[in-house]
């Protein structure tokens, strides 16, 4: 089992940035894939980060080039760094993260307004 707890959300102006933070625990040493996804209230979930285990990384089309995805595994903590906020990336932001086990594991969701 893995839990992981988010940090890091709130209102942010337009251009912007904000950092998500998101701590695991319990059997951490299995995670094999992290990353961050967002959803808007009737929308489904879309991918905004992505890391693998060897640190390759992949981003949502609508955020490339803003957010980068970044961890620390001596605090078992994945960060979600954004910068040049816009209102279509106010989301719900969920942070996950897959095991060896091919499990998933999500936070709680945070939620991010961009304000205009």
């Known amino acids: 089992q893995v839990q992981l707890v988010e940090s890091g959300g709130g209102l942010v102006q337009a251009g912007g940035s904000l950092t998500r933070s998101c701590v695991a625990s319990?059997?951490?040493?299995?995670?094999?894939?992290i990353g961050w996804y967002r959803q808007v209230p009737g929308e489904q979930h879309k991918l905004v980060a992505v890391m693998s285990s060897d640190g390759r990384t992949n981003y949502g089309d609508s955020v490339k080039g803003r957010v980068a995805i970044t961890r620390d595994n001596a605090k078992n903590a994945m960060y979600l760094q954004m910068s040049s906020l816009k209102p279509e990336d106010t989301a719900v932001y969920y942070c996950f993260a897959t095991t060896s086990g091919a499990n998933d594991y999500w936070g709680q969701g945070t939620q991010v307004t961009v304000s205009s």
């Open positions: 319990g059997s951490t040493s299995s995670i094999s894939v």
